[in-house]
């Protein structure tokens, strides 16, 4: 029931662009983004809650397609502080209860 | 700028050591989180709160265990540490989850000797 990312490692050079996928065997309610630069906590970047919706955070944005059970992160004319790992979270509702599963993360790696 | 706090941020243990991580957050946020988390690896969900006197186990089987007695606190006991539990330990609040982030604490890092 972990959402599955792919794929698990990206390299680029400053400006170039990347697309970090999120897909799940399950329905999705909503879909969580978090990026983890080493050592430290994981920080919220965005949530997309329902099927076609779209979301930008700078030059970061997001699309979440219900039907497909997945999502897809953009990132656009990659910065050197993009470099982390980056986690989709997606809702479920078990037991009657509602939790948050994380992917195995996406380490991106930007190079000068 | 998120107002959760972790303590201690690392800590070198003995087996059969019995530890409390402390977790504690200024929001007044309902749910709490321990997520576990090895070097360079996903977050699993050990431990979950919904309030006050409400704990739940998470995905993740840990022989940890957890209480929520105030809505600030939310801390986590191992009554005898081993080897196997060294990791990174992250506690996590929202005030709702389907429209509200998650804020995370700067972890604890445990490892047992």
């Known amino acids: 029931q972990q959402p599955v990312q792919s794929p698990q490692a990206v390299i680029l050079r400053e400006g170039e662009d990347a697309v970090i996928n999120c897909s799940s065997s399950?329905?999705?309610?909503?879909v969580h983004w978090y990026r983890q630069k080493h050592g430290e906590a994981p920080v919220f970047l965005m949530i997309l809650l329902k099927g076609g919706e779209q979301k930008g955070h700078e030059k970061i944005s997001a699309s979440f397609n219900e039907k497909k059970q997945q999502s897809s992160l953009y990132l656009t004319a990659s910065q050197l502080s993009y470099s982390g790992t980056y986690f989709c979270?997606?809702?479920?509702?078990?037991?009657?209860?509602?939790?948050?599963?994380f992917g195995q993360g996406t380490r991106l790696t930007i190079n000068p | 700028e998120a107002d959760i706090y972790q303590t201690p941020r690392y800590l070198v243990i003995g087996t059969g050591k019995k530890i409390t991580l402390e977790c504690s957050q200024t929001?007044?946020?309902?749910?709490m989180y321990w997520y576990q988390q090895d070097p360079g690896m996903e977050l699993h969900l050990i431990h979950y709160?919904?309030?006050?006197?409400?704990?739940e186990k998470g995905d993740l089987s840990s022989e940890s265990t957890v209480s929520r007695i105030r809505t600030e606190h939310f801390p986590l006991t191992l009554e005898s540490a081993r080897p196997s539990h060294t990791s990174q330990y992250l506690c996590?609040?929202?005030?709702?989850?389907?429209?509200?982030?998650?804020?995370f604490g700067e972890g604890s890092r445990l490892t047992v000797l």
């Open positions: 979270g997606t809702e479920r509702i078990i037991q009657g209860a509602q939790k948050l599963v």
């Open positions: 929001m007044g946020h309902d749910k």
């Open positions: 399950k329905a999705l309610y909503s």
């Open positions: 996590a609040s929202s005030a709702r989850l389907n429209t509200g982030e998650l804020f």
């Open positions: 709160s919904y309030g006050v006197n409400s704990t």
